[in-house]
């Protein structure tokens, strides 16, 4: 029949197909991806924020969180929410590892350092605490913007604000992740191809050794 | 379909190395000259193809392409998704270095037995070609959510409660990249027979065919 009318339109075609794809990769680039699971845990007071995604956006719901001290004893266990959370008030304030496993041979973990910790016994020291100071120094003081507050005090505010502000932006930066960046992707085909090279020069090698003893 | 490092116990990781050792020094002794070149390619489309994400119920999957590497490979898919998975772990933080010989059984030992299952048969008359690719990209991933079941099975949980779980979370990746096999499968018998497995050069043609 149409013989190579059939082959000219299937060549332009899979050409077509291939022009998608390739402009369907850059688009999948930008989201980061795969079958990955990442857990990200920061401290607020003495509660830990646990969060959990798969990379590509999605949550890890209802998937299984254990938390271990440094000397690997499991201090509890527990479930993500539904937006993948997983909130615990920290029994001990040292190093925690958190275990997320996320089932069908998903996990993977992250540490808490006994560091993060340190501001919580000053920001249980709630801000009411903080406040009665700030107006006994504003009479006093001559000058109105200037506030005299001890140096603990100043400290808990500070730990407070920061947590505060700071929250939103941690939160980002797990929103974030690392995806694979276009230079790792370009990277690992330029490793391939180094390996073909490295394969071909094998053989051409072998080859021409084989022949050079047949000649022989 | 990459398992994650410390999920597996030491054992499973042990035998998946161990077979996975093997099956690579199979594929290296099957590849030849003419092709390294192909193993380089496929290895690299392997290598990216794990970037294209279909969505997919609570998480989401990514194309694989076993079953079109093991099709065009046979016992090259080894090395070819070896070195590809290694990138993706360390590229990518994909799998791991631990899982490494796991993750490569779980999707060369499915290219491989496709390849023995369909090569004989995207030879022959379209009507069965097509359907022999469909099915060789189908089942590429379809064995390999088997044999991942199957790693999982010692470790955590129940090997046909995983199995299923992991299978119905990949049938829109099977049913994508059975297509895309059937595609390229339509498309090498129209411009370049010979990539495919079984080909029978025509008696006039004198091509060029390794030496001997």
Request: glycine share 40%; hydrophobic share 20%; proline share 0%.
């Given at each position: 029949m149409c013989r190579t009318g059939c082959v000219g339109l299937n060549g332009r075609m899979m050409i077509f197909i291939w022009v998608v794809a390739l402009s369907v990769l850059p688009a999948a680039v930008e989201q980061a991806f795969a079958h990955k699971v990442t857990v990200f845990a920061w401290v607020e007071g003495d509660t830990v924020h646990a969060e959990s995604k798969?990379?590509?956006?999605?949550v890890a719901k209802q998937a299984l969180v254990e938390v271990y001290d440094r000397t690997g004893k499991k201090l509890l266990e527990g479930r993500t929410d539904d937006e993948g959370r997983f909130i615990f008030k920290a029994p001990k304030q040292e190093d925690l590892r958190i275990v997320l496993v996320a089932g069908t041979g998903h996990r993977n973990e992250w540490v808490v350092k006994a560091e993060e910790f340190s501001g919580q016994v000053l920001s249980a020291v709630d801000a009411e605490t903080v406040q009665p100071h700030q107006p006994q120094p504003l009479v006093e003081t001559p000058l109105p913007g200037r506030i005299d507050v001890s140096r603990e005090d100043l400290q808990t505010m500070i730990e407070t604000a920061l947590d505060k502000k700071l929250q939103p932006v941690l939160h980002r930066l797990h929103q974030m992740d690392e995806g694979p960046r276009l230079a790792d992707i370009f990277g690992g085909i330029g490793y391939i191809l180094g390996l073909v090279g490295l394969g071909a020069y094998i053989h051409y090698r072998r080859r021409l050794s084989s022949e050079g003893s047949h000649a022989r | 379909m990459h398992i994650s490092e410390g999920v597996l116990s030491g054992p499973v990781l042990l035998a998946g190395g161990v077979l996975t050792v093997a099956g690579t020094a199979i594929g290296l002794k099957k590849l030849d000259f003419e092709r390294i070149a192909r193993a380089g390619i496929l290895s690299s489309a392997f290598f990216v193809a794990s970037l294209i994400h279909v969505p997919v119920g609570p998480s989401s999957v990514h194309l694989i392409l076993n079953g079109i590497v093991g099709l065009i490979l046979g016992w090259g898919a080894f090395p070819a998704i070896l070195v590809a998975l290694f990138l993706q772990g360390m590229l990518f933080q994909f799998g791991g270095l631990t899982t490494l010989g796991v993750n490569t059984l779980i999707m060369a030992l499915p290219a491989v037995l496709c390849y023995y299952c369909f090569g004989p048969l995207v030879q022959r008359d379209s009507r069965i070609a097509l359907p022999a690719a469909f099915a060789c990209g189908f089942m590429g991933i379809f064995l390999g959510a088997v044999v991942a079941g199957a790693a999982l099975m010692y470790t955590e949980e129940n090997f046909l409660e995983v199995t299923l779980l992991i299978v119905s979370a990949h049938i829109p990746v099977m049913i994508v990249e059975g297509l895309m096999t059937a595609f390229c499968v339509a498309f090498f018998r129209k411009v370049q027979p010979d990539m495919l497995p079984h080909f029978n050069p025509p008696k006039t043609d004198s091509s060029f065919n390794g030496r001997t």
């Open positions: 798969f990379s590509g956006g999605r | -």
